[in-house]
């Protein structure tokens, strides 16, 4: 069904590739309309109920927007940004978690592709970096936004400002990623983390994503956002099941209502 992306469901955890191992999985046109084929899946699927991205072959995650298409692009760079923005909003907003499994290079619009996702993963060769300004320009994908808000101010800055890249160990260190693992290992601690998660209810997963969120948008009044998430959870079975089982002590028995 993709050219540009491998597709697979596994215990109701949709992992995607990203399929350029050649280009070290660049985000040229094609992957970007197939990542959005991708998470219109992910929105409407049932059978979904998290997912993985990640990148084909031992290197990289994503190098970056692909170069080569920059100098024959149609649209202006500002209409450029905001599509790519669009989509990373739809992976950040997704309501099912989304992780990102990173297996290499994670650069410009990779680096930026694994900060939209709801956390990342690392292999102990994992390398990060926004390295616009090496070729004149900046992030446009969100990762002047989202790299300041993950890992601070002053640190953002310098690698904004420098180009310079990141090892997992650093990228540990700085809060960008949750785990550093054996390259061998990555997706099994990737797809262990989603089953633990997707244990539980998913009204509550899902409002815990659009909360969380709320806390760094500026437009959202965050409290306002919790509390009305949590009066719809309030509402659902598997509220009623969730506080039985605790009470009766045995394990609860969600079925996402
Ligand atoms: N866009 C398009 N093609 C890319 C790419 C990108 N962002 N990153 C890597 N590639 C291609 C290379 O052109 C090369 O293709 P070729 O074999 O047809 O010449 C192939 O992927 C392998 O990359 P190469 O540079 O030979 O690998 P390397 O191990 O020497 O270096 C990197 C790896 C990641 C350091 C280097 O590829 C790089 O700096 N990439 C660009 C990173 C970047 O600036 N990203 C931000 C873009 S906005």
């Known amino acids: 069904m993709y050219q540009t992306l491998i597709t697979r469901l596994e215990s109701s955890i949709f992992i995607i590739s990203i399929n350029r191992p050649d280009k070290l ?33 031992s290197k990289a995650f994503v190098a970056g927007a692909d170069i080569s298409e920059f100098l024959q692009m149609k649209e ?6 905001k599509k790519g923005q669009e989509l990373f909003f739809r992976i950040e907003n997704a309501p099912k978690p989304i992780i990102a ?7 410009g619009g990779g680096c930026e592709l694994a900060m939209a996702c709801h956390f990342r993963v690392a292999a102990e060769n994992a390398k990060f970096g926004q390295p616009e300004v090496n070729l004149g320009i900046i ?47 990555l997706m099994n601690k990737s797809i262990s983390l989603l089953s633990l998660i997707n244990e539980k209810p998913p009204v509550a997963v ?23 998430g949590f009066g719809e ?11 039985a089982a605790f009470l009766e002590k045995r394990k609860p028995v969600f079925r996402g209502k």
């Open 139 to 185: 992030p446009g994908y969100g990762g002047t936004q989202r790299l300041t808000q993950l890992i601070g101010k002053g640190r953002a800055m310098e690698l904004l400002l420098s180009a310079s890249l990141i090892d997992a160990a650093t990228a540990l260190q700085f809060g960008l990623v949750n785990y550093v693992v054996p390259q061998e290992e």
């Open 76 to 81: 202006d760079g500002k209409a450029l940004a």
């Open 206 to 228: 899902s409002k815990c994503i659009q909360a969380a969120n709320a806390a760094l948008d500026h437009f959202s009044d965050g409290y306002e956002i919790e509390a009305f």
């Open 25 to 57: 999985n660049a985000l040229n046109n094609m992957v970007m309309e197939e990542l959005g084929l991708a998470l219109d899946e992910i929105y409407n699927n049932e059978a979904i109920r998290s997912a993985v991205i990640t990148g084909s072959g």
């Open 101 to 107: 499994a990173v297996n290499g290079f994670a650069l």
């Open 233 to 243: 959870c309030f509402e659902t079975e598997d509220m009623k099941e969730g506080t």
